[in-house]
């Protein structure tokens, strides 16, 4: 989600490696894992960081976060406001989005595009420092319309729960070798696996054309991931205090569960059979007769 999106409006943006806002202002954007016993529903956190004018404008009502669903195969487009209220914290301010839609009736991919709308016209607005936008807005009265697009970010496909309980991240201190990654189980921040990736394999993860390679690491680290689980006596326990405690391994739990599929917890577990059944191969074949 870290794409360049070029600005086309005549108000200013606030989007990833967008020149509209300073230094400390970003969009943030995260699927975050469910249930899946709570079925056909997208979950999408949206955070603003900084006190800057969206932030303003969410809190005075006058903007919301949404999402626009778009399914290319079909020219199916539609645009979802978070229903919830926003929460307000020190330094930024977040609501989780919960979309509704059956997603096994489209043809994949069906794809999101976050961002935050104006739902009144808006005049006159004179910028100050405090809506912490780039030195040439300052000063210039800006006019928002009704539905303009005040914050976006790039479009993301609806993530597994395998994709959504891996976290990268990049190591340069020499200590993996070149290509290689580890995983480790990390229980902050309701659970997730934690994969170190050395920083060459990091890169390249990042370039768009290795979409298939990078799909390949994802099944192996979630695989690592889940015997890591099953070896872990804590996570192994049959009383389950641990996957309970923690949001995002109890989701795992339920899912497998709901899926009829083995537990870490069965001695004749099989974390590829898992992967396999999350993450299908697909492979180009072309007939030559």
Known sequence: MNEYIPRISNHPVLSPNGLDYIAGHSYEVKQIPHNESQKDTVVVLHRIHGSNLVAKLVNQGKANFACTIVVPSC???????????????????????????????????????????????????????????????????????????????????????????????????????????????????????????????????????????????????????????????ECSSQDLKVVKDHHNLNILYKVLENRNLKTWLNDDFNPNQVVAEFHPHELDVENNN
Not at 89 to 103: A, D, P, R, S
Not at 202 to 221: E, V
């Open 75 to 233: 020219i199916y487009r539609k645009v979802e406001f978070a229903i919830k209220m926003p929460v307000e914290n020190e330094g930024f301010i977040q609501v989780e989005q919960e979309i509704k839609i059956k997603t096994q009736e489209y043809c994949p991919p069906l794809m999101f595009q976050p961002s935050v709308i104006t739902l009144k016209e808006i005049k006159g607005l004179k910028a100050t420092e405090s809506h912490g936008l780039h030195e040439i807005w300052r000063k210039k009265k800006i006019r928002f319309p009704i539905a303009a697009t005040i914050a976006t970010h790039s479009f993301f496909d609806a993530e597994t729960i395998m994709q959504s309980i891996l976290k990268f991240k990049k190591v340069s201190d020499g200590s993996l070798k070149k290509g290689s990654f580890e995983v480790d189980l990390a229980f902050e921040q309701g659970f997730y696996f934690n994969v170190r990736v050395e920083e060459s394999l990091y890169k390249g993860l990042l370039n768009p054309q290795s979409f298939k390679h990078r799909n390949s690491i994802y099944a192996m680290a979630f695989s690592q991931g889940l015997s890591k689980l099953q070896n872990d006596k």
